[in-house]
Every structure is written in C-alpha cells, then in structure tokens.
Nanobody, 126 residues
C-alpha cells in the first residue's frame, strides 16, 4: 500500500512563491510517474505538472509553464512543486498522485492515477 502526504500549502499574495512537498511511503514504492493536480472550487481536478519517476522527464500545463517546477528525490521518495509568481487563478487544493503502471499518453489525466494524497490548500489573494 502506498501513502502520499502533501505539505506546504498556505495563503499568499499574488506574485509570491510556495513550495509543495509530497512524501511517499510504502514497501514497494516504485511509480512510473508522479504528478501534481489541483482542483478549484466548482471545477474539475486538473493537471498541473508530471514527472516520469525514473528518467526525470517533466511536463507542465500551459498555465504554469515557466512559473512552476516539479522535481523528485528518488532516494527520499519525495516529490516537490516549486511555485513562483503565483496568481489568484492558482488557488485550489493541490494533490500529488502516483501510479506504478501509467503510460505516457495517460499521465495528464487524473483518473489514471491509482494513489492520491489528501491534498493541501493553496490560496492566492490580495
């Protein structure tokens, strides 16, 4: 059984930065990919950034490209999302997700991920 625990959310002003972390545990944790997704009130959960666990290839939604950076530490089984120049549109609950068998074409769709964290709230407001 894999457990994911996010941390690092908070209330910030536009233009500020936040760093989210996701700690993974489980006897046989070996994902093919991990990702960050977010859900704003009244909206569906959406893809933010994904990383292929072994190779380290990264992918970003257009809305965050150039502002967010996803990274992973394989030795510590942690996933990080550095978020810069935050805007009110970045507000939402941020979830980390992992899957051991996901294929490349499915990495950007939340429904294909088996394991999820509980989420951490990010609020950007002046």
């Amino acid at each position: 059984q894999v457990q994911l625990v996010e941390s690092g959310g908070g209330f910030v002003q536009p233009g500020d930065s936040l760093r989210l972390s996701c700690a993974a545990s489980g006897r046989t944790f070996s994902p093919r990919a991990m990702g960050w997704f977010r859900q704003a009130p009244g909206k569906e959960r959406e893809y933010v950034a994904v990383i292929r666990w072994s190779a380290g290839n990264t992918y970003y939604a257009d809305s965050v490209k150039g502002r967010f950076t996803i990274s992973r530490d394989k030795s510590k089984n942690t996933l990080t999302l550095q978020m810069n120049t935050l805007t009110p549109e970045d507000t939402g609950v941020y979830y980390c997700a992992a899957d051991p068998t996901i294929i490349l074409s499915s990495m950007f769709e939340p429904r294909h991920y088996r394991y999820w964290g509980q989420g951490t709230q990010v609020t950007v407001s002046s």
